[in-house]
T-cell receptor, first 114, second 116 residues
Framework: QKEVEQNSGPLSVPEGAIASLNCTYS??????FFWYRQYSGKSPELIMS????GDKEDGRFTAQLNKASQYVSLLIRDSQPSDSATYLC??????????????FGKGTKLSVIP | DTAVSQTPKYLVTQMGNDKSIKCEQN?????MYWYKQDSKKFLKIMFS???????INETVPNRFSPKSPDKAHLNLHINSLELGDSAVYFC???????????????FGPGTRLTVL
């Protein structure tokens, strides 16, 4: 079964620390990977997309992709209380009959402690 | 400007009723989606639709049907509502990418459906 796995947390980090969020996926052929942030009662908001092995940096956020290990991670540097949210890993997985679907993990809840 | 919008934001209805949720995107995207987020916050795709094909998640009951009057709109119709349909429903859109590459999806604000 095609899956995206995340540690549900909660993950608590002190303000100013680095938060590390991890995700594994089951489809070795996947090519498109995304991190979304979802505040309570709000819709998912795209933070990063990554398509190639290695690191991709955008401000305080760094996405890391290792296709051989089927692993994608998100690092948040200088964590702020406003970063407290649920972080959703999403991967395009093959869903059969020539079609692909964006499949979400169950999310990791991050709490940044002032 | 709202990129992906949904109406209504909240919908409370009785079991057995038929209801619709509307979605519009002004991003010029060619693919739209409906997702369901249950009480455990698990986000799962229900449909994806572009002008070429409708892809239905096999677990979605046939009481649910998407209707697309044009490229910018994808409405969700639900017949004979059941208690288990209570959830938050999100519409999303994306632009089809090159072969093998899938672009980001952008989500609407969600519709919280409560079935009594």
């Amino acid at each position: 079964q095609k899956e995206v796995e995340q540690n549900s947390g909660p993950l608590s980090v002190p303000e100013g620390a680095i938060a590390s969020l991890n995700c594994t996926y089951s489809d070795r052929g996947s090519q498109s990977f995304f991190w979304y942030r979802q505040y309570s009662g709000k819709s998912p908001e795209l933070i990063m997309s990554i398509y190639s092995n290695g690191d991709k940096e955008d401000g305080r956020f760094t996405a890391q992709l290792n296709k051989a290990s089927q692993y994608v991670s998100l690092l948040i540097r200088d964590s702020q209380p406003s970063d407290s949210a649920t972080y959703l890993c999403a991967v395009i997985l093959y869903s059969g009959a020539g079609s692909y679907q964006l499949t979400f993990g169950k999310g990791t809840k991050l709490s940044v402690i002032p | 400007d709202t990129a992906v919008s949904q109406t209504p934001k909240y919908l409370v209805t009785q079991m057995g009723n038929d209801k619709s949720i509307k979605c519009e995107q002004n991003l010029g995207h060619d693919t739209m989606y409906w997702y369901k987020q249950d009480s455990k916050k698990f986000l799962k795709i229900m449909f994806s639709y572009n002008n070429k094909e409708l892809i239905i998640n096999e677990t979605v009951p046939n009481r649910f049907s998407p209707k697309s009057p044009d490229k910018a709109h994808l409405n969700l119709h639900i017949n004979s509502l059941e208690l288990g349909d209570s959830a938050v429903y999100f519409c999303a859109s994306s632009q089809e990418g090159a072969a093998g590459v899938y672009n980001e999806q952008f989500f609407g604000p969600g519709t919280r459906l409560t079935v009594l």
